[in-house]
């Protein structure tokens, strides 16, 4: 992660202000708060401000007048309720946002949420920075020969070498061509026009603000292994914050949705077969292949 000295000294200032306030507040994030926390080369996360806490979704569930909270044990209660039936809209009370800097080709993924506001970095106004993503060896990984959307073995030797060369070499190559079009003594074309040969490990940022619930859903897909590994370490270092911020709404989140299986009903039924002593096949269950290694997957058989 790259902050120039003036952001870092943004941060500090920021940080060393505070702010009284009647609303609620929720230490272990203020403690977070403004922080960038690093993700990728060059990439980071950082809160820039919240809305509400675990007692927010409380209250806005009984539409109480004080702050919702009786005991911790019944918040606790209630939240895991409200989250095992989908009742979704207390957690739409709480709101967060986020500054994020991020490949493009990962921003282009993470676009497709659209219940969120967002305002990116305009490539239109600024030049964008030298900056690009340059894949850990560790994460520089074939085609999966079994699932076409993911990876496979880690590239080793002359090839990882080859690629890594490409891809810094292309990405250079590109920037240059851009400071070159953007030059006012030469060609000085508009900064809208240059960008559009940038490559997608390019760096970009944006302010990312959205609620709770959608905030949940966003994680289960892209915190979720099958989710790309350039986004999912997004949806991680967001998840800390999350578990800073409503510690019981995590909890139950990670419970009910993270690591929760759907069974869909002929799973069931084969579930219920099994448990009342079945020896069963896949050609006898009624899912299909896939469906049974999945489901077999999930049950750890
Ligand atoms: C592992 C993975 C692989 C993927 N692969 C592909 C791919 O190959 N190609 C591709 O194009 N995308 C792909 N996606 C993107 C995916 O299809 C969704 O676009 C993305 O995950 C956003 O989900 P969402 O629409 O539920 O989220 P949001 O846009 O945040 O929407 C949340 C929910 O709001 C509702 N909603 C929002 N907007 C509307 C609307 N206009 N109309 C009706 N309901 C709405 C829906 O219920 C939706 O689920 C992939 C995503 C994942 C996680």
Known sequence: MSLTPEQTSEIHAARAQSQQTRRATVPALEEMLFTALPVLDHGFVRVVDYMGDDAAVVQAARVSYGRGTRKTSEDEGLIRY??????????????????????????????????????????????????????????LAAQSAENRQGR????????????????????????????????????GLARELARMNLTLNTYTQWYWKTDLHNLFHFLRLRADRHAQYEIRVYAEAMLETVKAWVPLSYAAFTDYRLGAVTLSAKMLEVLRRMLAGEVLEQPASGLSKREWTEMMAALGR
């Open 82 to 139: 409200l989250m095992r039936h989908w009742h979704s809209t207390p957690f739409e009370m709480c709101e967060i946002k986020y500054h994020v800097k991020l490949p493009i080709f990962v921003a282009r993924q993470w676009i497709r949420h659209r219940t969120a506001n967002v305002n990116e970095y305009s490539a239109r106004y600024s030049i964008m920075d030298k900056e690009f993503y340059i894949p850990a060896p560790e994460h």
């Open 152 to 187: 496979g073995a880690v590239l080793e030797g002359e090839d990882a070498v080859r690629v890594l060369g490409l891809l810094r070499q292309d990405a250079e190559q590109t920037y240059a061509h851009y400071e070159e079009m953007l030059d006012e003594d030469g060609p």
